[in-house]
């Protein structure tokens, strides 16, 4: 849980007490009832992942609630959904696994952080369970623990974005001209989605992708 930079900060604050309390009581490798709860109302979270060299990576992830799923007391799932293209988050998985979690709920200030190994499947048996997805993330988690909510800011949820992938997305979601599409240096870059995507879900990949470049040139 702590290596030697930790225990000297830990020792220089004199919190090395009550950092061994909190693993001892709140660290747990398995996810309790709450925990599931917790995690399956978010509709983000931030993933952190790293390199093979260890330059960090940090990426907002973001869906209707419930896009993130609690399959098993030791495994986390959600979908990767098509974006701009840049892989950073899922590119790392490829060569580094280990990722961290954080889920925050800012309407009543709490916070859950999970730690593990992650996996990408492109033949996992809930591809189809989540519209718009490209790749499942599989997260084996080796330390789940929540943390001081202190410092979170109470704040409400507007809306969801009209882009979080969703039942019927593809009528939600008509194509159009946009940053992506025309008019800029992109638009003979933009990846061949229907040769790339899985079979059936083509067309509702390429128009959510041309609609979310069009609302960014905004």
């Known amino acids: 849980m702590y290596h030697d930079g930790s225990r000297a900060l830990q020792d220089r604050f004199d919190s090395r007490r009550i950092a061994d309390r909190l693993e001892q009581i709140t660290v747990h490798s398995e996810f309790s009832a709450d925990d599931s709860a917790f995690i399956e109302q978010c509709s983000m979270f931030f993933l952190a992942t790293s390199d093979a060299g260890g330059w960090p990576d940090c990426s907002y992830k973001g869906g209707m609630p419930g896009f993130i799923r609690v399959a098993d007391p030791t495994t986390l799932v959600f979908p990767s959904y098509d974006g701009n293209g840049m892989f950073r988050s899922l590119g790392n998985i490829t060569v580094n696994p280990k990722v961290g979690l954080l889920f925050i709920d800012f309407e009543q200030p709490n916070r859950m952080r999970v730690q593990g190994t992650a996996t990408l499947h492109d033949d996992d048996d809930l ?33 969801h974005s009209e882009f979080a992938p969703r039942p019927d997305m593809s009528r939600r979601f008509p194509s159009g001209s946009g940053w992506m599409s025309s008019g800029t240096t992109c638009h003979d870059r933009t990846p061949n989605t229907e040769a790339a995507a899985r079979p059936g879900a083509s067309v509702v990949v390429r128009e959510l992708r041309t609609t979310t470049c069009e609302h960014r040139a905004r």
Not at 127 to 154: K, M, S, T, W
């Open 127 to 159: 591809l189809d369970a989540f519209e718009g997805a490209q790749l499942i993330v599989r997260v084996a988690a080796e330390a789940i623990f929540p943390n001081c909510p202190r410092y979170i800011h109470r704040m409400h949820l507007g809306e």
